[in-house]
């Protein structure tokens, strides 16, 4: 009785896969991107919970380490889910071509390689977390704290690795809601242990990571349990698990540039913070808690980035390049508005959502300002967001690659260079070298992505 009704749980749990080659494409966009961006802010959640429980209930330099360390986090999910993404391209498309032998030997292939994989990444996390600290140049009161946080938290990497790629398969089959509902678990459960172990057990900073380990963990066992019990083509067999090196090609032909370019521009971004951190403690407090908005920011596009990556997969699988255009411009029309609506209260009730953070006077005023002072730039983001979405979800990541590392880490380190060495080393100036490069960015991904055709980058076979 009890193993019948766990497997209703996780058979009821979302519609499963969805077919995007028919239909309605704002329908398939929304019912796609909206649950994605629901389980996006929960994912957000995770650290956003980390700082403000630190922010609130231990001390102005633990609220700045565990916001500095963002950089570091991020290069490294940015670099899997990255190559998550070329696994979920060639999916896609296998599913839209009805390959049901090639969906699985893809399936198989990607959860073998992110077990290879989270291994390396926790040994190296491990290993070179005082380090990668050390090059923010993070001041003498926030670097224990960092280096402690960083090192619980890689030590559980393998937990937010095999989450992102099974969700990732999911996704590619049209599923973003049951991703969307083990996120909420596991943020609800990241809430309560944060709780548990900075105010009654008062670890701290490592109480706040172990908290985030935890729930990782535990959004990871909820979605392999989902793809073992599936009755689709992409159930997951441990006993099938083996790399395929033709499909490891494929899928390392999408993800490795795409996962290149997200490492590197989160890398870049730890320079970014070494700006910031000449500023000292409170501005580096305002810094985080405008991090914290920004990420919110950036989920409508972010979500609706990737329905129209899976979208143009599953159309391109299906030759149909027409609609995989219409999709993709569709998508960029709702990313854009819905950054607006979600800009404008952002921007007259700034000082509260940074006061929800961290009270301090001085930090309310810093991060109020730089919320005001970007957020007007984000609607430029839509652009390379969608556009790169779907250049992938026909298997061209490269371009995308090379126009956003020219774009957030060769033009914007230049900028930041000229402006604190010649021009002006104050934090208004140095923190528009993010919608600087937003600018550069979208105006080369824009050009380029009407003067090529999305029917010449499919990546599987015919």
């Known amino acids: 009785m009890a193993s019948g009704i766990k497997a209703s749980v996780f058979s009821r749990f979302g519609r499963g896969d969805v077919d995007m080659t028919e239909g309605g494409i704002v329908r398939h966009i929304l019912t796609f991107a909206f649950p994605l961006l629901i389980g996006n802010i929960f ?37 899997f889910l990255g190559l998550a993404s070329g696994a979920g391209v060639v999916i896609s ?15 198989h292939t990607s959860i073998l390689m992110t077990l290879a994989m989270a291994a390396v990444f926790t040994a190296a996390g491990v290993i ?72 009654a057990f008062d670890m701290g900073v490592a109480g706040v990571a172990w908290a985030t380990v935890i729930a990782q963990c535990t959004s990871a066992v909820l979605v392999i349990i989902t793809l073992m019990r599936s009755k689709s083509c992409i159930r997951l067999i441990p006993r099938r698990l083996r790399i395929s090196f033709d499909m490891l090609k494929k899928i390392f032909k999408v993800g490795i540039p795409a996962a290149l370019q997200m490492a ?59 609609r995989a255009k219409r999709g993709a411009n569709i998508s960029l029309m709702m990313a854009a508005v819905s950054t607006v609506v979600i800009m404008i209260p952002v921007m007259l009730f700034a000082p509260k959502f940074v006061a929800f953070f961290n009270s301090k006077p001085e930090v309310v005023e810093y991060g109020a300002m730089l919320l005001r002072a970007i957020s007007p730039f984000y609607v430029l983001c839509c652009v390379n967001q969608v556009y790169s979405g779907a250049l992938r979800g026909a298997g061209d990541s490269r371009a995308p690659m090379i126009i956003m590392l020219l774009s957030f880490v060769v033009f914007r380190q230049i900028y930041l260079f000229v402006m604190s060495n010649f021009i002006a080393n104050e934090l208004i100036p140095i923190a528009m070298g993010y919608p600087a490069g937003w600018l550069v960015c979208s105006t080369i991904t824009f050009i380029y992505y009407h003067k090529t055709s999305l029917s010449k980058s499919r990546v599987v076979d015919d």
């Open 43 to 79: 994912q957000q959640l995770y650290n956003m919970v980390d700082t403000w429980v630190v922010g609130n209930y231990v001390s102005t330099a633990a609220f700045s380490a565990v916001g500095s360390v963002g950089p570091i986090t991020n290069m490294l999910i940015g670099f």
């Open 93 to 107: 498309q296998y599913y839209g071509a009805k390959n049901d032998e090639k969906v699985s030997e893809a399936v």
């Open 128 to 199: 070179m977390s005082p380090y990668m600290v050390d090059m923010m140049k993070a001041p003498a009161d926030v670097r224990p704290e960092a280096v402690s946080y960083l090192t619980i938290y890689f030590s559980g990497v393998a937990g937010l690795m095999v989450y992102n790629i099974g969700a990732g398969i999911l996704r590619a089959v049209g599923d973003s809601q049951r991703p969307f509902y083990f996120l909420c678990v596991s943020a609800l459960m990241n809430t309560v242990l944060d709780l548990l172990f900075v105010l």
């Open 264 to 322: 590197v521009t989160s890398f870049s971004n730890i320079f970014v913070q070494s700006y910031i951190n000449y500023f000292q403690t409170d501005v580096m407090a305002g810094w985080t808690a405008y991090n914290k908005i920004d990420q919110i920011l950036f989920l409508p596009m972010q979500s609706i980035s990737l329905a129209s990556t899976t979208f143009v997969g599953q159309n391109l699988g299906k030759k149909q390049v027409e």
